[in-house]
């Protein structure tokens, strides 16, 4: 069965632009989440949609940055007006519904801000 | 203000001995542990769960110890091999219900054969 795919793996743009990063969960995975690593620093929670219920957005930097999912399928996070400190890989994860459950992640969209 | 933290960055352990990798978390709430693994580009792996009402897990090579009320979980695996060799996160959630995971920064295992 197919795994959590982002795309693009790696992106690179120039200071200012938009940026738009891709995330399909897995199949009948009601939650998913978005983190940031940074070099050398640990998995920063960004974002996480649950079925319909409102998001919660309490990990986002910044105004800059926004995350829309359609129903339970496509995630997308987009960086506006990126700066260099934006640079990072951005982790995708899903979960499915029910108890506790650990999140599967995909292998990442490397950012890289010159 | 970090809730999960590995203090250890890295760590290095010959084959066939036992790696201890450590994580302290501050959030008394939290009640569901996790450990990951993460080689160089790719995602975490999920790698072993605990619930605050245990004490212990066991799957394999792979053994998760929480210490409750020193808010201290570990990882021990044993015996290591070369292919463990990876950065390992630990993480914890409140609630049986989805929330969010909060990761500590991670500790580099290095193997050696």
């Known amino acids: 069965g197919a795994g959590v795919s982002q795309s693009p793996s790696n992106k690179v743009t120039e200071k200012g632009k938009d940026v738009e990063l891709r995330c399909d969960p897995i199949s009948g995975h009601t939650a998913l989440y978005w983190y940031r690593q940074r070099l050398g620093q640990g998995l920063e929670f960004l974002i996480y949609?649950?079925?319909?219920?409102?998001?919660?957005k309490s990990g986002l930097p910044s105004d800059r940055f926004s995350a829309e999912r359609t129903g339970e399928s496509v995630s997308t996070l987009t960086i506006q007006r990126t700066q260099q400190e934006d640079s990072a890989v951005y982790l995708c994860?899903?979960?499915?519904?029910?108890?506790?459950?650990?999140?599967?992640f995909g292998n990442g969209t490397r950012l890289t801000v010159t | 203000d970090q809730q999960v933290k590995q203090n250890s960055p890295s760590l290095s352990v010959q084959e066939g001995r036992i790696s201890i990798l450590n994580c302290d978390y501050t959030n008394s709430m939290f009640d569901y542990f996790l450990w990951y693994k993460k080689y160089p580009a790719e995602g975490p792996t999920f790698l072993i769960s605990?619930?605050?009402?245990?004490d212990k897990n066991e799957d394999g090579r792979f053994t998760v110890f929480l210490n409750k009320s020193a808010k201290h979980l570990s990882l021990h695996i044993v015996p290591s091999q070369p292919g463990d060799s990876a950065v390992y996160f630990c993480?914890?959630?409140?609630?049986?219900?989805?929330?969010?995971?909060?990761f500590g920064s991670g500790t580099k295992l290095n193997v050696k054969p």
């Open positions: 994860a899903s979960s499915p519904r029910g108890l506790s459950s650990p999140l599967h």
């Open positions: 949609f649950q079925g319909n219920s409102a998001p919660d």
């Open positions: 605990i619930s605050s009402i245990k």
């Open positions: 993480a914890a959630s409140r609630g049986y219900n989805f929330n969010k995971f909060y």
